[in-house]
């Protein structure tokens, strides 16, 4: 072999070498996995419409969102993980506070998703919204007798209320939400009502709390909407409805499902792809119709059954104080015997 040949076998060699790579690198930046404690049926329908449109594939592990959180910090450097998904902005902060993110605030986010709806420092974004407010049987109250969360705290609802347990992180960040509104005497009040109030034995899920309403064993209760939509669903002519809270004031408590990019994300630039396709109008469509919640987008229209529930205020509080605060709502509960 001359000179020649030589030089040029090996340039062809190295023209190889550097396309396999690139290739490889191609095949790489192709793919996005996600860690997700929303179940399956709700997120993927989501990752495949994003595959779709971009070419890009997404792998997901779904599972508690606590131990994917421990998971994530057991992992570190090494994992695979380049987006967790989550739901209630309590979890999302606890995330952050872990040190699991890393900051993404780009145009496109800042556009489609308010600033309340997003962590202050870029950590997570919120990507669907759920409104939790009060709910009544209309057999038994008038619309006309409600108005506040503090208000089913007075005497007039004195064993008629149900609520759903303490323990639950929607509880908490509603609770947390009224110290920031009110500080922490008044919301201990409120508290205290509340418990006084009580028909029965806090509720472990929503749905328990509007079986319990149905049942004559209260007349209103606490819940997430899209709970009411699912009930709804199912027994469209139960005598329940929704009632918006505080619209005279704060606007009723709101709280997301939402999404980081992981601090340690080998494919960080397909993850911030994946978060911000999923704030547009296309992939919030889905989300609305998949679970009855709210778009966070707020230039996108509700699906036609939640539309039909009414507009209403949202409480603009930054939801990063639904974590923030959850300490000392998880204090205060406790103190007033709120189980």
């Known amino acids: 072999m001359n000179i020649k040949t030589l030089v040029s076998s090996t340039v062809m060699f190295s023209i190889l070498t550097v396309s396999s790579i690139t290739a490889v690198q191609a095949a790489i930046d192709e793919l996005v996995t996600v860690y997700s404690s929303r179940k399956e049926h709700l997120i993927k329908p989501l990752f495949e419409a994003f595959t779709k449109d971009t070419g890009i594939k997404v792998e997901y592990l779904t599972g508690k969102g606590g131990a994917l959180i421990e998971r994530l910090k057991l992992e570190g450097t090494n994992t695979k993980a380049d987006m967790f998904m989550t739901v209630?902005?309590?979890?999302?902060?606890?995330?952050?506070?872990?040190?699991?993110?890393?900051?993404?605030?780009?145009?496109?986010?800042?556009?489609?998703?308010?600033?309340?709806?997003?962590?202050?420092?870029?950590?997570?974004?919120?990507?669907?919204?759920?409104?939790?407010?009060?709910?009544?049987?209309?057999?038994?109250?008038?619309?006309?007798?409600?108005?506040?969360?503090?208000?089913?705290?007075?005497?007039?609802?004195a064993g008629r209320l149900c609520l759903r347990t303490s323990?639950?992180?929607?509880?908490?960040?509603?609770?947390?939400?009224?110290?920031?509104?009110?500080?922490?005497?008044?919301?201990?009040?409120?508290?205290?009502?509340?418990?006084?109030?009580?028909?029965?034995?806090?509720?472990?899920?929503?749905?328990?709390?509007?079986?319990?309403?149905?049942?004559?064993?209260?007349?209103?209760?606490?819940?997430?909407?899209?709970?009411?939509?699912?009930?709804?669903?199912?027994?469209?002519?139960?005598?329940?409805?929704?009632?918006?809270?505080?619209?005279?004031?704060?606007g009723?408590?709101?709280?997301?499902?939402?999404?980081?990019?992981?601090?340690?994300?080998?494919?960080?630039?397909?993850?911030?792809?994946?978060?911000?396709?999923?704030?547009?109008?296309?992939?919030?469509?889905?989300?609305?119709?998949l679970n009855k919640e709210y778009p966070a987008n707020q230039n996108i229209a509700s699906d036609?059954?939640?539309?039909?529930w009414g507009s209403f205020k949202q409480d603009d509080m930054n939801l990063a104080q639904a974590g923030i605060l959850q300490a000392d709502a998880v204090k205060l509960m406790q103190i007033q015997g709120y189980r």
């Open 88 to 157: 209630d902005a309590g979890n999302l902060w606890y995330a952050g506070s872990q040190d699991l993110f890393q900051g993404v605030q780009t145009d496109t986010l800042k556009s489609n998703i308010p600033a309340y709806l997003r962590d202050p420092q870029g950590l997570w974004t919120g990507l669907s919204v759920r409104a939790r407010t009060i709910v009544y049987n209309t057999d038994r109250v008038q619309s006309e007798e409600l108005s506040t969360y503090a208000d089913l705290a007075t005497d007039k609802w």
């Open 167 to 250: 323990k639950k992180v929607y509880t908490k960040s509603l609770v947390s939400s009224l110290i920031h509104h009110h500080g922490k005497d008044k919301t201990a009040d409120i508290v205290k009502g509340w418990i006084n109030n009580l028909a029965a034995t806090p509720n472990a899920k929503d749905s328990h709390v509007m079986s319990a309403i149905l049942s004559g064993q209260c007349d209103v209760g606490l819940v997430n909407t899209y709970y009411y939509g699912r009930l709804m669903d199912k027994k469209p002519n139960s005598p329940l409805k929704l009632f918006w809270a505080n619209q005279n004031t704060t």
């Open 252 to 289: 009723v408590h709101v709280n997301v499902s939402g999404a980081g990019v992981t601090k340690h994300a080998s494919n960080a630039k397909a993850a911030i792809q994946l978060l911000e396709w999923l704030s547009s109008a296309k992939a919030q469509a889905i989300y609305g119709s």
């Open 304 to 308: 036609d059954v939640v539309s039909a």
